[in-house]
């Protein structure tokens, strides 16, 4: 007669969203406690947190959540990921929409970063409409949350290395930046298409940064001049032009989300545009198709130029190609997890210093090791690349396995 394991014990809100991705991948239960024990008038888990355990229920079957009074315990058991399954949330065209409430702060990738990770292991699709007054498009430098721009052109190409590359897009409907802390909110409108289910990841295998052969790049503005984006562009190509010879920054012009303000003047309630701003994503691609981002975004009370704007992502985007390696600091969660998550083989990816030394990848290790993966290796890139270190990650050969787990 089997018996349950018991449940895996963490500590703090760090890394709530990828330990869950990991209990959900690996099947096991995890008790997360101290969320934010000392904040004296929002203690427990945010309204970011609850949004995406709620997102993380409609995509899985079977999964069980328990939260404590206050908030600062959290009991979560997997279940199966079934997707966008008809009859388990989604309607009849195999849509699940996603509301996220107007209390949330974070930027959209902190929803669509796990949830990626999830969907080549589902059982079906993943067909997933973000919309409601919580859905931030441009990056939140509060947080260090990248843009949905960047999501779409520096994360889910990675993808394609681990064999993952068939039907995947990321659409954004309609934009909305950064809100002020004051007033109505209202949000954008993000489908999120992941329809390419696979057994396992293939093994990976990226030991050559190469040289930086083109940037790209989107500049939006949201209910604001477009002007906005031409100063910025130009402030972001005075920049790289002597560095690199192909940059291209696209401008998107979009029109500002209304909400219904009460109280709007003498004639009582009415609507008002909400969520103006506008931002920079740039990406820079190497000759061996390594990617390096960089997000920048005018801030909720306003005051800074876009030429500002332009020029701190510019320098940004360089200090990512600064630090090194193949895989930036933002994508490295993703890479090592597909890796950890792979068949019984060693994959080896090269690494900044920098990179390998942020909380998020030492907390991914540590956790990693905590489910019961293995350890990782690490050496010198070599005698040339002092500043480079090449990971070693052994997968677990779990893969998608299409079951109910306790």
Not at 12 to 23: A, D, E, T, W
Not at 111 to 120: H, S, T
Not at 279 to 305: I, K, N, W
Request: aromatic fraction near 6%.
């Amino acid at each position: 007669m089997s018996t349950q394991q018991p449940p895996l014990r963490f500590t703090s809100h760090h890394c709530l969203p990828h330990r869950l991705v990991l209990s959900t991948l690996l099947g096991r239960t995890v008790h997360i406690s101290q969320i934010r024990p000392s904040s004296p008038t929002t203690p427990g888990l945010s309204p970011s947190d609850i949004s995406f355990l709620r997102l993380l229920e409609a995509v899985t079957n079977g999964s069980h959540i328990e939260i404590s009074y206050t908030g600062t315990v959290l009991l979560y058991k997997p279940g199966l990921i079934t997707g966008s399954a008809p009859g388990s949330g989604a309607n009849a065209a195999g849509v699940l929409r996603h509301e996220v409430p107007a209390s949330n702060t974070r930027g959209l990738s902190y929803f669509l970063l796990p949830i990626c990770l999830l969907a080549p292991f589902s059982k079906s699709k993943f067909n997933i409409l973000f919309s409601g007054p919580g859905v931030i498009t441009s990056s939140v430098d509060k947080w260090g949350d990248m843009s949905v721009d960047s999501v779409r052109t520096a994360i889910l190409p990675l993808y394609e290395k681990f064999g993952i590359e068939r039907d995947i897009e990321l659409r954004v409907l309609q934009r909305a930046n950064t809100p002020s802390s004051k007033g109505t909110h209202a949000g954008g409108e993000v489908q999120l298409i992941f329809n390419h289910q696979i057994r396992l990841p293939k093994t990976l295998h990226m030991l050559s940064p190469g040289r930086i052969k083109k940037v790209r790049g989107v500049a939006y503005s949201t209910g604001v001049s477009g002007g906005n984006n031409a100063r910025s562009i130009e402030a972001a190509r005075g920049v790289l032009n002597a560095l690199c010879g192909d940059v291209y920054v696209f401008s998107d012009v979009s029109s500002a989300p209304m909400a219904t303000v009460p109280n709007a003047g003498a004639s009582g309630a009415g609507k008002r545009k909400m969520n103006l701003g506008f931002g920079l994503s740039l990406v820079a691609e190497s000759s061996t198709r390594c990617l390096f981002s960089a997000d920048m975004s005018s801030p909720p009370e306003g005051g800074v130029p876009p030429e500002d704007i332009g020029q701190s992502c510019a320098f940004k985007l360089l200090e990512s190609v600064q630090r090194g390696g193949c895989v930036s600091t933002e994508a490295a969660p993703t890479i090592l997890t597909l890796m950890a998550m792979g068949s019984e083989d060693v994959g080896r990816v090269q690494l900044g210093k920098d990179v390998v030394a942020s909380e998020n990848v030492i907390q991914l290790a540590r956790d990693l090791q905590a489910f019961g993966g293995a350890g990782w290796g690490f050496r010198e890139a070599g005698e040339d690349k002092a500043d480079e270190v090449v990971v070693s990650v052994v997968g677990n050969g779990i893969g998608n396995v299409g079951r109910k787990v306790g």
